[in-house]
């Protein structure tokens, strides 16, 4: 299978709502106080940080936002810039989820226990650093389910990717995607625990649509990545079902069928 049929599964059949009623949920800011606020300082910067590429430092300045000016309107804007983030995360996580169990069940004979011991402790690794992301992603994925506003009054406007950036390919994923195809070598341990950082910046161009001029950021794909790799049935089912009413007057979407066959499974 290739790397863009694997992330297209992954980005369109992956992410988030427990409880939407009664959660607690932060409420959004009337509107009009668009108007009347001034810009959060840490909002501003976050901007600065995801257009230099710097995911993680933009990341830190949404919680500032959040945490420090609760009766700000921009918190929308933080709530969903988070949120992107967090699922370019669970996106690279859950390819190389993936490529891993590939590899696992093509291992043969020729494989000795330490080379199985590592194949799991390294899968171990990677299920659990997916579930952290999962675990951040829930609050602001909340917050965006329950405040969603498709207009553009908070004018939030994801980046091009540079011109020396490509569009995800196999090639990012090195001796891991090679492992899962034949399974073995295994793949080193910094293949699986090193940086992540290009590969990440890679998914979030491509989730929040930037890789084509004639795509840009679309809240049903968004919800519907958000919704795959969530393991809180709840809460995949409140992204799923709020695919089917945003696409309410496009029933051949595909988007939309795939949301429709995921609820019919969750059932």
């Known amino acids: 299978m290739s790397i863009n049929k694997k992330i297209s599964i992954l980005l369109s059949a992956f992410l988030f709502l427990l409880g939407i009623a009664g959660c607690g949920t932060q409420a959004k800011p009337t509107t009009s106080l668009i108007t009347q606020s ?21 990341l830190k300045y ?3 936002v959040i945490n420090d000016f609760k009766d700000s309107p921009y918190i929308y804007n933080a709530q969903l810039i988070k949120s992107t983030i967090l699922v370019s995360k669970l996106t690279v996580n859950g390819i190389k989820v993936s490529y891993m169990l590939d590899g696992m069940h093509r291992m043969g004979t020729l494989n000795n226990m330490d080379d199985v011991n590592k194949v799991k402790s390294y899968s171990d690794f990677i299920i659990a650093q997916g579930r952290e992301y999962e675990a951040s992603l829930k609050e602001p994925i909340r917050y965006v389910l329950v405040n969603f506003d498709e207009s553009d009054v908070h004018k939030v406007k994801f980046p091009d990717p540079p ?3 490509t ?4 090639s990012d994923f090195g001796g891991l995607s090679w492992f899962a195809d034949v399974g073995y070598p295994i ?5 699986i625990k090193g940086d992540d950082k290009e590969g990440i910046l890679k998914a979030f161009y491509w989730i929040a649509g930037s890789y084509s001029k004639t795509r840009s950021f679309s809240y049903p794909d968004f919800f519907y990545n958000a919704s795959i790799k969530i393991e809180d049935v709840a809460l995949r089912k409140d992204l799923l079902n709020k695919v089917l ?12 069928i795939n949301a429709q066959e995921d609820l019919i499974k969750l059932k």
């Open 187 to 191: 793949p080193k341990e910094d293949e």
């Open 245 to 256: 009413q945003l696409t309410e007057s496009d029933k051949y979407n595909e988007i939309r």
């Open 38 to 58: 001034k810009v959060p300082e840490p909002y501003t910067l976050a901007l600065e940080k995801l257009n230099a590429g710097d995911l993680d430092m933009a």
């Open 167 to 170: 569009a995800p390919s196999k």
């Open 163 to 165: 011109s020396s950036l």
């Open 62 to 64: 949404t919680d500032f």
